[in-house]
């Protein structure tokens, strides 16, 4: 079988968030299956990694309303695999500037056009790699009109559409959208669907137009479905639930390994999970509390943003300190957040111990150092935090929503079963209780134990999610 990730951003060349982890992760997982994967993205002004770029087509003209184009794709290969992947070069939208026109510094369609020409460019592009994809993937609402542009050319592929962000969807002016591509509403079975917004919506048009789609995870698949989480989008999901899935995304298991992890001070395994105290003394330390092995500690690593539950952990961050636990927070984000955070560290500082900005050694300090790893997230399409947390045998406490829900079964509901503690409604209340059965179990020594090395010895790597894809990918093709 041949697969087409198509991509805005693919780790390490081009990274923005975790699209690009996917994007760079899965191929190497699915060519180990024995898949021939291939990727298609813009050869932007400044690549990471230092890619060596070989020619492979000189000149490609790409026509769209404002005029005829030229393009050059080059070459390259994911670093330490043989994956390959296409870059498309063009000076007017693709290879100027960076990824994202974040600040709109130019007018608002530029970055809609730049991803609304690599489409246009991916379709004219696919027929003449002498290599045919029988799976077309594309990746959120930048490549949202490929599988559209790909009929046009009559491209015989089917296509999935992945939503890794609904929040972003690329919506604009139809007429504009549909001039420049030199496209009419009959040219395509969707186009003529408007947003909430009377928008053509890039995301949505690849929601509908898509072979198959998928998101991050199985219980966010369901939540999009509803008005609440659907992001204006609910009804076109509903239209599509039958070919609606969720695939958790995998974790890198060789980065994140406690046994061979070089940030962690003391390495361990399950059978060696008793080392695990040296890393919390390092932590206490690091933080400037007293160190003691035998208080409680929490962690937290992530975006301080409403949507990670941070007020939840405020709110009940004085509790846990009269409780004699210990709290240690890292992550940047919201202006108020980060005040709020460094007032805790200010009024407790033996209990309390927050740090601003984004820290990959402290990350793995805390995931390494902590007994329980709180993750209260009002949503979350997959999340990984929680997954990695796991792996260093410290177990979560989540809010039972989207990804969490399905990376963490509660020891309560399954006690043999179970990997963390998880609540439900999302009030201090409920956060408050699963912290304090948190403290429970972990009190009980053989049974937290046992939960450790459960946690330890799951299975998060992306060889599982590559799976799942393959799947997905054979039923696409199905419907040629
Ligand atoms: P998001 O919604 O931000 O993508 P995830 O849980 O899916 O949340 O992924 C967050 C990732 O970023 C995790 O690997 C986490 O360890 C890491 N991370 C988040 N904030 C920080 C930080 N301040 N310093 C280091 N790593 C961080």
Request: hydrophobic share 40%; proline share 6%.
């Amino acid at each position: 079988m041949n697969i087409l990730l198509v991509s805005a951003e693919v780790s390490p060349f081009a990274k923005v968030g975790g699209l690009a982890d996917v994007v760079g992760a899965l191929p190497i997982a699915l060519k180990r299956l024995g898949v021939d994967v291939r990727i298609i993205m813009p050869r932007y002004e400044r690549l990471t990694g230092n890619p060596s770029l070989e020619p492979l087509l000189p000149d490609v003209v790409v026509t769209t309303g404002r005029g005829q184009e030229h393009c050059r794709v080059l070459t390259s290969q994911l670093p330490e695999t043989k994956v390959p992947v296409y870059l498309i070069e063009n000076t007017t939208y693709l290879s100027r500037g960076p990824v994202y026109n974040e600040h709109g510094v130019d007018e608002p369609f530029t970055e809609l056009a730049r991803f609304l020409f690599f489409s246009a460019a991916v379709a004219e592009i696919v027929p003449l790699l002498g290599w045919e994809p029988n799976i077309v993937h594309c990746h959120d609402w930048h490549t949202g009109l490929v599988p559209a542009l790909l009929a046009r050319r009559a491209v015989r592929a089917a296509t999935v559409f992945t939503i890794h962000n609904l929040a972003h969807q690329g919506g604009w002016n139809a007429a504009a959208v549909l001039s420049f591509l030199e496209l009419q509403e009959a040219d395509g079975r969707h186009l003529a669907t408007r947003d909430r917004h009377g928008d053509l919506n890039l995301l949505q048009q690849g929601v509908l137009g898509a072979t198959l789609i998928n998101t991050v995870s199985p219980h966010y698949a369901q939540e999009i479905l509803t008005p609440e989480r659907g992001e204006g989008l609910a009804e076109s999901l509903q239209d599509r639930r039958d070919d609606l899935v969720g695939i958790i995304n995998g974790i890198d298991t060789h980065q994140y390994d406690p046994a061979h992890d070089r940030y962690v001070r003391v390495r361990y395994t399950a059978a060696t999970i008793e080392r695990k105290a040296e890393n919390k003394l390092a932590l206490h330390e690091q933080c400037g509390f007293t160190p003691d092995p035998t208080i409680p500690t929490f962690g937290f690593i992530g975006r301080l943003t409403e949507q990670k539950g941070v007020d939840l952990i405020v709110q009940h961050s004085t509790m846990m300190v009269r409780s004699g636990a210990r709290l240690v927070l890292l992550g940047s984000g919201l202006a108020d957040y980060e005040s709020l955070v460094q007032k805790l560290t200010r009024e407790h500082p033996r209990h309390i111990y927050a740090r601003l900005g984004f820290d990959e050694a402290f990350a793995r300090a805390i995931y390494a150092g902590c007994d329980l790893f709180l993750m209260p997230s009002v949503f979350e399409p997959c999340g990984l935090g929680q997954m990695i947390a796991m792996r260093y045998g410290t177990p979560p406490v989540v809010h039972a929503t989207g990804g969490l829900i399905d990376t963490v079964p509660d020891v309560a509901a399954e006690p043999e079963r179970g990997l963390g503690f998880t609540f439900t409604p999302f009030t201090p209340k409920a956060f408050a209780e699963s912290v304090a059965r948190g403290l429970h179990w972990y009190h009980d020594r053989p049974r937290w134990q046992a939960l450790l090395s459960r946690c330890m010895t799951q299975d998060f790597s992306w060889d599982r999610s590559a799976r799942a894809y393959l799947e997905l990918y054979q039923q696409a093709r199905k419907t040629l």
